[in-house]
C-alpha cells in the first residue's frame, strides 16, 4: 500500500501508449468532430465523434485517448535517444553508459531467453529452505531488499500529520487482483478462474507437475482470498483519516505478534531507531494476516512466496514467463490482445529504472524554454481567478476563508523538470544481463526510499519523470507538477490559438490547482497537514454540493448494468468541474482590452474553448478495461468526463445556445458549483 502522496491527472491506465499514429491529427482540430451532430443533444459526439468513428484500438492496448496518442509520440521521441545512446561507447558510470546499457540488455531476448529462470534460483532457494515462521520472516526481509516479499505494502514518505518529516507507512498488500471485489464478486468468477490457471501455468514453467502447479494455484488463491477478507475497498481507501493510524513500534510488534515484525522492517534495510512510530493504513488488515500467519501452514507460505517472486521478476524472464505474465495481467484482466513491440516496453522500463537520467536527455533534445514562460504566464492568470473565488465564495464563512487562502498563498507550481536532478552514481548497471540491472534498479529504490525514514522531506523531490503525459498535485506538497511530457499537443499548442489551450492544458491546470480543495485535498492546511481546518457548517456545505456531484455521476452507465461510483470518482470530479470553470473564466479576462476573437473554423472563441476541453478527453476502452476503470480508478471514463463538468456551466449552455427541453439541458437548481 503507497499512501495518498499525489494526486494524478489521469491514473495509473496513463501507462497505455501506441506506435500508430492517430487517423487525424494528434492536436485539436475540427476533424476530430462529427458535425452531423447537434450539439444540444450529444456534446460529447458533436466534439469528438469523427475520431471515435476513424479510430481503431491497437492490438497492443485496452484504453486510447489524446494523452495515449501523445504519449506514442514521446515514446518514439525516447526510442530515437536510447537507440542513439545505446549504440556509443560512454563513460563508465556516466549517465548515458547507465541508461544506454539499461536500454540495450532490456532488448537483448535472445541473452535473456537463453538464462532461462537460472537468474532467480537464488531466491526461489532461500524460499524452498524455509522451515519455520522465523525463517519465513527472515526470507520475507531478504526479498524486500528487492521490493519483493508480499504480504503487506510500505512506503516512506512524508507523515500527513507532520508534513515536513518522512514517516514509514504500512497497510494493506500482497494480492494479485485489482481490488478486493475480485476475490468475492460473482461478476469476477471467471477472472479468478483464469487467475488460478495462469498461476498453474506459472508454476509449471518453474518446473512443477501439473498436478503440483495446480495443487499450488490452489493455494494461492485460498491464501490470497483470505487476505483480501479483511482489505478495503478502493472507495474506503479514499477516506484519509480513517486510513491514518499511528502506532508505537511497541504497537506494530503487538498488531503482528506471529513473526518478529520489527526485525523484519530492519533487516529489509529500513533504520527504525531513525522513528518510534509508524502510520498503518489498515489496521484491521494486518490483524488478519497476523492470523493467517499461524493458521496456515508453512508449506503455504512458501508457495505463496514462491509465486510472488515470479510474477514479481516475469518481465526479467524468459519470453514464457513474460508472455504468461502478460496473458494475465493485461489480456484476461484488460482485455489486450497483445504486447507492445519490445522497444517500447525496453523503453518504458528504461524511463520507471532510471526516469531522471534518461528526462535529463530528453528535456535537453524536446523542451522548449519558451514552454515553460507560457505555461508561468497560464498558471498566473488561473491562480488568480481561484484566489479571487476564495476571497467571495458565498457559502463560506469568514474564519475557514481566511485559512483556505492562507493555504492558497502558499500554493506552489512546478514545471518542466527537478531543480536538482536525481543521483544514480550508487546504481551499478552492466552490458551483460538485464535481470542483473532490474535488480540493482529495484535495490537502489529501496534504498533510496528507506533512507528517508525520519528525515525532513524535500519537497523539490518529483514523483514522475520528465517525459511523463501527466500531472499531479501533492497534498503534503501543496503544490502541483507539470512534467515536460504533457506540455506538447494535444494539451499544449503554440500554434493554436488561446481559447483551445485554455481549454485544455489551461483546463487541467485548473483542475490540479482545484485538486487542492476537492473532498480530499480540502483537508490539508497550508503547511500540508491533514488536519480539520474548517468549520463544520461550512463542511456541512461543501458536502452537500459535493453529494450532487456524486449523485450526477451515479446516473452514468459506463457498461450495461455498469454505472459510475460517483463517490469513487468524486476527487477527479471536484478538480474536473473546478478546472473547466476556473481556466473559462481565466480565459475570459485574458481577452480584456483585446479585439473580440473572430471565430476560427465557424466556431466562436467560447465554442473552441469548450469544444477543446472534451476532445481533450476523447478515449475508447475494451469492455474489460473499461470494467476494471470503473470498478477500481479513481477516475470516470473519459467519455464522461468530457462533458460531466460542462453541464455544470452556464456559460457552456449560452456558447452553444442549448435550452431547457434539448437533451444536453441541465436545469440551473440540478447544477453543481463548489469553487
Known amino acids: 500500500m503507497i499512501p495518498p502522496r499525489l494526486i494524478?491527472?489521469?491514473?495509473?491506465?496513463l501507462a497505455a501508449c501506441t506506435l500508430a499514429a492517430d487517423p487525424v491529427p494528434a492536436g485539436f482540430s475540427v476533424k476530430h468532430m462529427d458535425l452531423s451532430v447537434d450539439p444540444r443533444v450529444d456534446f460529447a459526439k458533436f466534439a469528438a465523434g469523427g475520431w471515435y468513428k476513424q479510430f481503431e484500438m491497437p492490438a497492443d492496448k485496452s484504453r486510447f485517448g489524446a494523452f495515449d496518442a501523445l504519449e506514442g509520440k514521446n515514446w518514439r521521441d525516447l526510442k530515437a535517444i536510447l537507440e542513439e545512446v545505446s549504440a556509443e561507447t560512454h563513460p563508465a558510470g556516466s549517465i548515458r553508459q547507465k541508461v544506454g546499457d539499461y536500454f540495450s540488455t532490456a532488448m537483448d531476448t535472445a541473452a535473456i531467453d537463453a538464462a532461462?529462470?537460472?537468474?532467480?534460483?537464488?531466491?526461489?532457494?532461500?524460499?524452498?529452505?524455509?522451515?519455520?515462521?522465523?525463517?519465513?520472516?527472515?526470507?520475507?526481509?531478504?526479498?524486500r531488499q528487492t521490493g519483493g516479499g508480499g504480504l503487506f505494502g510500505q512506503f516512506v514518505t512524508a507523515d500527513q500529520k507532520q508534513s515536513d518529516l518522512n514517516a514509514l507507512y504500512l497497510g494493506q498488500g500482497g494480492f494479485s487482483l485489482p481490488s478486493r471485489d475480485y476475490y468475492f464478486a460473482d461478476q469476477f468468477a471467471k477472472i479468478r478462474e483464469e487467475f488460478a490457471n495462469h498461476v498453474a501455468k506459472m508454476f509449471e514453467l518453474a518446473g512443477d507437475s501439473p498436478e503440483a502447479a495446480e495443487a499450488g494455484a490452489a493455494v494461492i488463491l485460498s491464501l490470497e482470498t483470505a487476505l483480501a477478507e479483511n482489505a478495503k475497498t478502493p472507495l474506503e481507501l479514499r477516506d484519509r483519516l480513517a486510513n491514518y493510524n499511528r502506532l508505537s513500534r511497541a504497537e506494530l510488534a503487538a498488531l503482528v505478534s506471529a513473526i518478529p515484525v520489527l526485525d523484519l522492517l530492519r533487516d529489509s534495510g529500513l533504520d527504525l531507531s531513525a522513528t518510534d512510530y509508524v502510520i498503518v493504513g489498515q489496521p484491521k488488515f494486518l490483524e488478519g494476516l497476523n492470523t493467517l500467519l499461524t493458521a496456515r501452514p508453512i508449506e503455504d507460505w512458501k508457495t505463496y512466496l514462491r509465486y510472488r517472486t515470479l510474477i514479481g521478476a516475469a518481465s526479467a524472464l524468459a519470453r514464457p514467463f513474460d508472455e504468461e505474465s502478460f496473458r494475465f495481467y493485461s489480456t484476461v484482466l484488460q482485455g489486450t490482445p497483445q504486447m507492445e513491440p519490445r522497444?517500447?516496453?525496453a523503453a518504458r522500463w528504461t524511463d520507471r529504472a532510471l526516469g531522471e537520467a534518461l528526462g535529463e536527455i530528453y528535456v535537453a533534445r524536446h523542451y522548449p524554454p519558451e514552454a515553460k514562460a507560457r505555461m508561468d504566464e497560464?498558471?498566473?492568470?488561473?491562480?488568480?481567478?481561484?484566489?479571487?473565488?476564495?476571497?467571495?465564495l458565498e457559502w463560506m464563512s469568514p474564519e475557514t476563508r481566511e485559512k483556505a487562502l492562507a493555504k492558497f498563498d502558499r500554493f506552489v507550481a512546478r514545471i518542466g523538470y527537478p531543480d536538482k536532478w536525481r543521483d544514480y552514481s550508487s546504481v551499478n548497471i552492466v552490458a551483460t544481463s538485464y535481470y542483473d540491472n532490474a535488480r540493482a534498479v529495484a535495490r537502489?529504490?529501496?534504498?533510496?526510499?528507506q533512507a528517508k525514514l525520519g528525515q525532513p522531506v524535500d519537497k523539490g523531490e518529483w514523483a514522475m519523470t520528465p517525459p511523463t503525459v501527466n500531472a499531479y498535485f501533492q497534498p503534503t506538497a501543496?503544490?502541483?507538477?507539470f512534467p515536460a511530457g504533457i506540455l506538447q499537443p494535444p494539451f499544449f499548442d503554440f500554434t493554436m490559438d488561446d481559447a483551445v489551450n485554455y481549454g485544455c492544458i489551461g483546463g487541467v491546470i485548473g483542475h490540479e490547482i482545484t485538486h487542492g480543495f476537492d473532498d480530499q485535498g480540502r483537508r490539508y492546511d497550508a503547511d500540508g497537514n491533514?488536519?480539520?481546518?474548517?468549520?463544520?457548517?461550512d463542511a456541512a456545505k461543501f458536502q452537500a454540493r459535493a453529494q450532487k456531484l456524486i449523485e450526477q455521476f451515479n446516473g452514468y452507465e459506463a457498461l450495461p448494468g455498469l454505472y459510475i461510483n460517483g463517490a469513487l470518482a468524486l476527487g477527479e470530479n471536484i478538480a474536473d468541474l473546478g478546472g473547466v470553470s476556473i481556466a473559462y473564466e481565466a480565459f475570459q479576462r485574458s481577452l480584456a482590452g483585446k479585439p473580440r476573437p473572430?471565430?476560427?473554423d465557424g466556431f466562436t472563441a467560447e465554442q473552441r474553448f469548450f469544444i477543446s476541453w472534451a476532445q481533450g478527453w476523447r478515449t475508447a476502452y475494451r469492455d474489460d478495461a473499461l470494467r476494471r476503470q470503473v470498478m477500481v480508478g479513481p477516475h470516470a471514463p473519459g467519455q464522461f468526463r468530457a462533458v460531466g463538468a460542462l453541464v455544470n456551466q452556464p456559460e457552456f449552455f449560452e456558447a452553444f445556445d442549448i435550452k431547457e427541453g434539448d437533451p444536453m439541458w441541465r436545469a440551473p437548481g440540478e447544477r453543481v458549483k463548489i469553487w
Do not use: C
Not at 494524478?8 to 491506465?13: D, E, H
Not at 537502489?444 to 526510499?449: A, P
Not at 491533514?530 to 457548517?537: C, R, Y
Open 8 to 13: 494524478p491527472l489521469a491514473g495509473a491506465l
Open 116 to 143: 532461462g529462470l537460472t537468474p532467480l534460483q537464488p531466491e526461489l532457494d532461500l524460499i524452498a529452505g524455509i522451515e519455520n515462521l522465523a525463517d519465513f520472516a527472515r526470507v520475507v526481509s531478504q526479498l
Open 343 to 345: 522497444w517500447q516496453r
Open 378 to 392: 497560464m498558471i498566473g492568470n488561473i491562480k488568480a481567478v481561484m484566489r479571487d473565488r476564495l476571497a467571495h
Open 444 to 449: 537502489y529504490s529501496v534504498r533510496y526510499n
Open 478 to 481: 501543496n503544490q502541483i507538477v
Open 530 to 537: 491533514l488536519t480539520d481546518w474548517w468549520t463544520e457548517e
Open 598 to 600: 473572430e471565430k476560427i
